[in-house]
């Protein structure tokens, strides 16, 4: 199976991200504004796949799992990048950064997991 486009699209931006906020953790000692943008790019890319997702599913095309799991994964991956953020703008120390690129790594894993929901194949 070759993974969607959404799916590559979504790796970049997490992967951007966490680089992003690693290297705020090394060098700042508080959040900053290109780290936070960068999860709000997280969150952006989630908006446009949830969107996406639904009209694709309305269009008639089938999860190859279960609806209710593949809506729960992108409900809370929506979640994880604001909660970062009110974290992040609450504590200013160096270590909300490396709260802020967990949300990268967090949302890659649960696009895995969409992925294999969605299409299966080599995912599953």
Excluded at 7 to 19: K, M, N, P, R, Y
Excluded at 38 to 45: Q, R
Excluded at 57 to 70: H, I, P, R, S, T
């Amino acid at each position: 199976m070759i993974a969607s486009g959404f799916f590559i699209a979504g790796s970049l931006v997490c992967l951007a991200s966490v680089v992003i906020s690693v290297i705020a953790t090394i060098i700042r000692k508080h959040p900053d504004d290109v780290a936070i943008l960068s999860v709000a790019a997280v969150e952006l890319f989630l908006i446009v796949y949830s969107i996406a997702a639904a009209a694709r599913q309305l269009g008639g095309e089938a999860l190859v799992g279960e609806a209710w799991e593949f809506w729960g994964y992108v409900f809370t991956a929506l979640i994880v990048p604001v909660a970062a953020f009110w974290w992040a703008v609450t504590d200013k120390t160096r270590w909300s950064n490396l709260v802020l690129a967990a949300v990268g790594a967090t949302v890659f894993v649960m696009l895995v997991r969409m992925e294999q929901i969605w299409q299966g194949g080599a995912f599953a």
